[in-house]
């Protein structure tokens, strides 16, 4: 059993208790001092002499950083620690036509670096989102990004009409969900199939960006970034979880009980770069969003040094809601020491040899 006074607990949904490791996250960086009695610091406030705010498929963020689809709900439980205005923007939860329960738990097992879940989509539904919560994110100056997940394209498009009237910043279309039986990783995993829900997509969300999430679980990720570009995506993101599996030697279940789940957290981080590099190499011109184990400023940099405009947090928030917070501000760090004025400067300037 793990020593719960060391860690971190994070009420999420109600079927879940998610327990990540003090250190799960890897890095000196992302085990902030403690004060007695408190379980995460604030950070300080600091301020750089560089430009923060980046573009990504035409929306301004007025930072590189975004927090990670469904690793941050709607922003409620996480406003309580911040202004979500200090983020560039916020990934919601994944939505879907109709409201979700998501998969039977246990749902989330931690792993030496990072976690396995399979929530499996639970929300609320998109007219519930835009009722409820859109109103609630716009009292706050970020972007806005709607994560979508469909069975069929027409789902997808149905969607993007509805989130494009309500007026979202950009929409995420999530074709790499592993958590879920109907469409899900299907679409993700074939080009042609990406393409047909990317061109769906594009047609229904009016002027509103269309940024398409890409599954790492895959041979050549190219080959879909190529198929989705094609069929019109303003942006891509990568990457969502790799699939995996944990299982108990005593009662030889599987931990999760779908059997397998996504794999997030500092384990992915280089398939994450490697991946993004990968992309950006193919299709140059191609905005990316780039994610996959982003715990501190130096992480996120490698994200954008191989090619991204911008990047999202995700696990890393479950051990430190500040974590956001942390990667903007090292991030910018970086930057100012290697004498840049903007951020953006450091996308796609690796030296391969
Ligand atoms: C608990 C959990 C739920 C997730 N839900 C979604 C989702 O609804 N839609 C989506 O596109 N990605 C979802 N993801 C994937 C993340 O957005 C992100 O792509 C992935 O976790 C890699 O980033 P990270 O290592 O920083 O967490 C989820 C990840 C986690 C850990």
Not at 307 to 312: H, K, L, W
Request: glycine share 12%.
């Amino acid at each position: 059993m793990p020593d719960r006074k060391k860690f971190v607990y994070l009420p999420k949904a109600k079927n879940d208790f998610v327990v990540i490791g003090r250190g799960a996250a890897g890095s000196p960086e992302q085990e902030p001092p403690r004060a007695p009695g408190s379980r995460v610091v604030r950070p300080k406030k600091r301020s750089f002499a560089v430009d923060q705010s980046v573009t990504l498929a035409g929306v301004r963020l007025k930072n590189p950083v975004v927090v990670a689809s469904g690793t941050f709900g709607f922003g409620r439980e996480y406003g309580e620690f911040y202004d979500l205005s200090e983020l560039g923007g916020i990934c919601c939860k994944g939505l879907t036509l109709h409201r979700r329960e998501g998969n039977p738990p246990p749902r989330i097992a931690e792993t030496p670096m990072g976690i396995l879940n399979s929530v499996g989509l639970q929300n609320p539904g998109v007219d519930a989102f835009i009722a409820h919560e859109l109103p609630e994110l716009r009292r706050h100056d970020l972007a806005v990004i709607a994560n979508i997940s469909g069975n069929t394209p027409e789902e997808y498009g149905i969607m993007c009409e509805k989130l494009s009237d309500a007026g979202v910043d950009l929409i995420e279309v999530n074709i790499s969900c592993p958590n879920v039986k109907a469409g899900g990783l299907a679409y993700g995993t074939r080009p042609e199939l990406a393409a047909e829900v990317t061109s769906v997509a594009k047609a229904h969300a009016g002027k509103t960006p269309v940024m398409v999430k890409l599954s790492p679980n895959v041979t050549d990720i190219t080959e879909i970034a190529r198929a989705v570009a094609g069929a019109g995506a303003d942006a891509l993101s990568l990457i969502n979880t790799l699939r995996g599996m944990r299982i108990d030697v005593n009662t030889r279940r599987p931990i999760l009980k779908m059997n397998t789940g996504g794999l997030s957290g500092p384990a992915v981080l280089p398939v994450a770069v490697r991946m993004v590099w990968e992309v950006h190499n193919a299709l140059p011109g191609m905005p990316i969003l780039g994610m996959g184990g982003v715990a501190k400023g130096e992480d996120a940099a490698q994200l954008m040094l191989a090619g991204a405009s911008a990047v999202a947090v995700g696990t890393a928030c479950f051990a430190d809601p500040y974590a956001p917070i942390r990667v903007r501000d090292g991030l910018a760090e970086i930057a100012q020491r290697q004498g840049l004025d903007k951020v953006s400067a450091l996308t796609g300037a690796v030296k391969p040899w």
